[in-house]
C-alpha cells in the first residue's frame, strides 16, 4: 500500500452486485463496507433480490452492507425498509431522497430512523436534501446519506464546495455519515478525503486502479511509450518509408 493510501481517513465501500467480485473485496483490508442497488444487480443478472441478498450477507458478516427498497408507494417502502433491515445486524437500508413522483422519503427516513432502522438514504444532489434528511434522522441511529458527487461533477458543477457544506451539515446528527457516491477516478477518493467525507463507494475496477497512487511519474510515462510499442509491434503495422 502507498503511503497515500495508507494516509487515507475516508473509508472505501465497494459497489457492484457480482457475488465473485463481493467475495474478492471481502478479502481486500482497504475495503470496510459494501453497497448495491437495483440497477446493478440487474446487470449482474440477479433474479431473486432476497436470495441475492442472503448470499452476500453470509459472505460479509462483519461489514455494513446496503441493500435498496424498489417500490414507489411510501407505505410499500416502508414495508419492504422494515424487511431488508431483519436480514442482518450489519445492514444499513437504501432509501431514494424521493420516489419518482418527487414525492420526499423525509419523513420516512424519520419514522425508519426512530426505529432503530440504520438508513442508507440514496440519490441526493442537493443541500436541500441534505438539510432535510439530517433534521428528520434520529439522533441515536446511525445513518449514511449517499450524495451522487460523480453525477453533479457530470453537469459541469465542482461538487467538493457542496460535499464540503454536507459534511458540516450531517454534524448535526454525529451518528450520520457523509457518504461520496458515483466516483469517476481514483482521484475522487483523495477529493472525498479532502473535504471531510466519511465514506466513498468504489467500483472494483478503481480499487484496482488505487494501487497505481503515488506512482513516479517518469516510470509510469516510460511504461506507457513501452505500451504503445508493445501494441504496434503485436499488430504489425508497417509504414513504408522513402530513402
Not at 442472503?54 to 458478516?61: H, T, W
Request: proline share 5%; aromatic share 6%.
Amino acid at each position: 500500500m502507498s503511503p497515500l493510501v495508507s494516509r487515507l481517513k475516508v473509508k472505501i465501500f465497494a459497489d457492484g452486485a457480482d457475488i465473485g467480485g463481493i467475495k474478492e473485496m471481502q478479502a481486500n483490508p482497504l475495503i470496510k463496507g459494501f453497497t448495491t442497488n437495483p440497477t446493478l444487480m440487474r446487470k449482474a443478472g440477479v433474479t431473486d433480490y432476497k436470495a441475492f441478498a442472503l448470499s452476500v450477507l453470509d459472505l460479509v458478516r462483519d461489514k455494513p452492507v446496503s441493500f435498496e427498497v424498489f417500490a414507489d408507494d411510501l407505505p410499500t417502502m416502508e414495508a419492504q425498509a422494515l424487511e431488508i433491515a431483519g436480514w442482518g445486524a450489519n445492514v444499513n437500508v437504501k432509501i431514494p431522497i424521493t420516489n419518482t413522483k418527487g414525492e420526499s422519503t423525509a419523513p420516512l427516513v424519520g419514522r425508519l430512523s426512530a426505529r432503530g432502522v440504520q438508513v442508507n438514504v440514496t440519490a441526493m444532489f442537493t443541500l436541500q436534501h441534505v438539510r432535510d434528511i439530517v433534521a428528520a434522522l434520529d439522533a441515536k441511529t446511525p445513518a449514511i446519506l449517499s450524495i451522487f458527487a460523480g453525477r453533479i461533477a457530470d453537469t459541469g458543477v465542482d461538487p467538493m464546495p457542496l460535499m464540503r457544506e454536507a459534511v458540516a451539515i450531517a454534524k448535526a446528527k454525529p451518528k450520520s455519515e457523509v457518504l461520496w457516491a458515483s466516483p469517476r477516478e481514483v482521484l475522487n477518493i483523495f477529493h472525498s478525503d479532502e473535504v471531510g467525507c466519511h465514506i466513498i463507494t468504489v467500483t472494483n475496477d478503481l480499487i484496482k486502479k488505487l494501487e497505481g497512487a503515488g506512482k513516479d511519474l517518469d516510470l509510469f510515462s516510460l511504461e506507457t511509450v513501452e505500451m504503445f510499442y508493445r501494441d504496434a509491434k503485436a499488430a504489425n503495422y508497417v509504414i513504408e518509408t522513402v530513402g
